[in-house]
């Protein structure tokens, strides 16, 4: 299970419930990463984006306490049980943890890899990712040339998990 996310220099991820920054260069990236994949978000992520839908192309495991939600054609999981037994059902490597930061929080140590855009530049924020340079288990694996868009200057990152959590559909 990999996780794919946006940070500043305080691995912060976002601000009032929006990105940080929107840069077509990352959601490039981040359409060609996860088409034809698995994403798991949370509900309030999901109510982010535009219409509140699902992403198009993807299979979308919406994660919420709320027994009643639906959300076009998006599977819906209420706790751990269940989705790790819907995430049964898919090759480890196309799941793709996607936010917001309760999500990213509770599931990273499942994640073998982590795909980070790295903003160098630092927003006012509300959101965080875990920080992955100040964790033992995780270690820079590869790094883009840096790029710019307009002012901002970001790189793309991989790390890896030396330390996975088991879930069940691990490779052997």
């Known amino acids: ?82 989705l790790f037994g819907l995430l049964k059902n898919y090759p480890s490597d196309d799941i793709y943890i996607i936010g917001g930061d309760s999500v990213y929080r509770r599931y990273i140590g499942y994640c073998d890899t982590a795909i980070i855009t790295k903003l160098n530049q630092n927003y006012e924020s509300d959101a965080f990712f875990p920080n992955l340079e100040e964790d033992p288990d995780w270690t820079m694996t590869a790094e883009s040339e840096e790029m710019t868009y307009f002012s901002v200057e970001y790189t793309f990152r991989e790390y890896k998990n030396s330390n996975v959590k088991m879930w069940g559909n691990e490779k052997k």
């Not at 305080?10 to 419930?17: L, T, V, Y």
């Not at 359409?31 to 299979?59: C, I, N, S, Y």
Request: proline fraction near 5%.
């Open 1 to 82: 299970m990999k996780c794919i996310a946006a940070v500043d220099n305080n691995w912060a991820i976002g601000f009032k419930g929006k990105l940080l920054v929107s840069i077509p260069n990352d959601q490039k990236m981040f359409r060609a990463e996860t088409k034809g994949k698995v994403v798991v978000l949370g509900r309030k992520t999901l109510e982010t984006f535009p219409g509140g839908l699902p992403l198009k192309e993807r299979t979308n495991i919406i994660l919420t306490h709320d027994p009643g939600y639906s959300a076009g054609d998006a599977i819906i999981a209420h706790n751990d049980e269940e």
